[in-house]
């Protein structure tokens, strides 16, 4: 009978200490879902590249469902930065490549910049070449202002592309 005792508190004991354990892991779940949900901003410094690079990983999570693959993304640097005219011409070079090349389907495209006006003025410049159709099933992120969303939508929906509007604040 004291060996019945002995076992039944045993039992009771590793019971105990594994739900002790549950709760640890599960309190670590909610932390790590709460710290998910913490919304990022874009930086006040146009030149901070680092955390121009979270917001643009923060926005990009937000909209990848259906999406298989990495995200692209196309990034022009503040015009405050050094050489700022060449690394423009260079994305302008960029830009046109992939869209000349094809974008597979089921993949998203992210458009940013601190200057806002500048990206728009790159995207409706290279879009309007785009032939119409050749981005079916591509969704197009566009992160920006407000006041550059309709023209900017206006070159990209020709190609068949799903256009999609982050305003960044």
Same mark, same amino acid.
């Given at each position: ?56 990983? $923060?926005?990009?999570? &937000? ?6 693959? %990495? ?5 022009? @640097?503040?015009?405050? +930065? ?44 290279? $879009?309007?070449?785009? &032939? ?6 591509? %969704? ?5 202002? @407000?006041?550059?969303? +309709? ?19």
């Amino acid at each position: 009978m004291a060996a019945w005792i002995r076992f039944s508190l045993a039992a009771l004991l590793l019971f105990g200490l594994a739900a002790c354990d549950q709760q640890g892991k599960d309190s670590k779940k909610d932390a790590a879902a709460s710290a998910e949900k913490a919304v990022v901003h874009p930086p006040s410094d146009p030149t901070d590249k680092k955390g121009w690079g979270n917001y643009i990983n $923060f926005v990009a999570g &937000q909209h990848m469902s259906r999406i298989r693959g %990495r995200p692209n993304s196309f990034f022009l @640097a503040s015009s405050q +930065e050094p050489e700022w005219e060449g690394r423009l011409q260079g994305m302008h070079e960029s830009v046109a490549n992939s869209l000349a090349r094809g974008i597979l389907p089921r993949s998203l495209v992210i458009f940013i910049s601190p200057d806002y006006k500048a990206m728009a003025d790159l995207m409706v410049e290279e $879009f309007e070449l785009a &032939q119409p159709g050749t981005l079916r099933d591509v %969704r197009i992120l566009f992160i920006g202002a @407000a006041e550059d969303e +309709e023209r900017v939508r206006a070159v990209v929906e020709p190609t068949g592309a799903e256009f999609v509007f982050h305003e960044a604040k």
